[in-house]
């Protein structure tokens, strides 16, 4: 009889057995299953957020009105005075006045701006224009050993006479900030 007891014993311990192992093997699944809806979870949401981003950056461009051409009184030369008011670049000096023309123009794609010195062509900026503001960008080509990035808003106009500020920076490592005031060229 003790024999048959002690069989009894040893057949539940290993049923327990067997059913603890079988429930931690269920457990175990279980767990990965959740893991993998917890991944595929944060892959959708990344994506809810990614396109409310999108949707977001949509609404911005739209309030923004672009123009795509100059009004009839900013087309033309203007004669423009800049001056160096703030600066970390050996290049500039402040108080330093630099004086260019200014031509207003459009290609077919882009509000252009081409600067001028007594003969030549020194830099064209690429231009946007909304109701009260002409902001225009230029930079000089990745080969270049000296890589130039200038911006200019003009926020300030009447009939005759633009005003704002250009920025300049060189290599990343110094900038300059410049007032700028154009005057409109009549007798052209």
């Known amino acids: 009889m003790i024999k048959k ?6 057949a539940g311990v ?7 192992n079988t429930k931690e093997k269920q457990l175990m699944q279980r767990e990965a299953e959740l893991n993998r809806k917890e991944l595929l979870f944060q892959a959708k949401e990344a994506e809810y957020l990614s396109l409310l981003n999108m949707r977001d950056s949509l609404k911005i461009q739209d309030s923004i009105v672009k123009i795509n051409a100059w009004p009839d009184e900013i087309i033309g ?5 800049i001056v160096c008011v703030e600066t970390n670049c ?4 402040i108080g330093d006045v630099r004086t260019d023309q200014w031509q207003f123009t459009k290609d ?14 020194i830099r064209v900026y690429k231009g946007t224009y909304t ?4 902001a225009l960008h230029f930079a000089t080509d990745s080969t270049s050993q000296k ?3 200038m911006k200019v808003f003009l926020n300030e106009m009447s009939t005759n006479k633009i005003s704002g500020y250009r920025t300049v920076s060189v290599n990343g490592k110094c900038s300059a900030k410049f007032t700028v005031e154009l005057t409109k060229i009549t007798n052209q």
């Open 5 to 10: 007891n002690l069989l009894f014993v040893v």
């Open 14 to 20: 290993s049923l327990l057995y067997a059913c603890d």
């Open 77 to 81: 030369h203007w004669n423009s005075k």
């Open 90 to 93: 050996s290049e500039y000096v």
């Open 108 to 121: 077919s794609l882009n509000l252009l701006v081409n600067v001028y010195n007594k003969r030549d062509t």
């Open 131 to 134: 109701d009260s503001q002409i």
């Open 147 to 149: 890589f130039v990035d």
